[in-house]
């Protein structure tokens, strides 16, 4: 079993951190009497799958739904490539939105245009945005 601070060295995660996964239910530590956490092998394991989750973009909401799998002695492997599918996706559609906003950002700064007195600013224009 161990300490709060050894499970922080051993992780990388602050304790205040790991207090935190706990009170959001994805760690279940052991109390003694006095109330001192203490940690098993499988809170290393759960820690560093969380943070390799969420380096994948997977929520908090979805990692504990994930780890309630686990807790329940099932493995969340198709889970996890489900929930991978669906953050691709979302991410291809971001980065086709992206390269939208960059062409548009590009057309934009290339424009010359001449400031009529009646406009804020003739590169914004609806007139000028009709061309690109």
């Given at each position: 079993m161990?300490?709060?601070?050894?499970?922080?060295k051993l992780t990388g995660f602050s304790t205040s951190a790991?207090?935190?996964?706990?009170?959001?239910?994805?760690?279940r530590p052991s109390r003694l009497p006095t109330g001192y956490r203490l940690y098993d092998e499988n809170a290393?394991?759960?820690?560093?799958?969380l943070r390799q989750a969420q380096n994948l973009g997977i929520t908090l909401k979805e990692i504990g739904q994930l780890l309630d799998l686990t807790y329940r002695g099932r493995r969340?492997?198709?889970?996890?490539?489900?929930?991978?599918h669906r953050h691709l996706?979302?991410?291809?559609?971001?980065?086709?939105?992206?390269?939208?906003?960059?062409?548009a950002l590009r057309a934009l700064l290339s424009r010359r245009v001449v400031a009529r007195?009646?406009?804020v600013c003739p590169l914004m224009s609806s007139e000028t945005s009709k061309h690109a």
């Open positions: 161990l300490t709060i601070g050894k499970v922080a790991i207090r935190y996964y706990e009170r959001q239910g994805l760690l290393i394991k759960t820690l560093r799958f969340p492997c198709k889970a996890v490539r489900e929930l991978a996706a979302d991410l291809e559609t971001k980065i086709r939105q992206l390269e939208s906003l960059r062409t007195s009646h406009e």
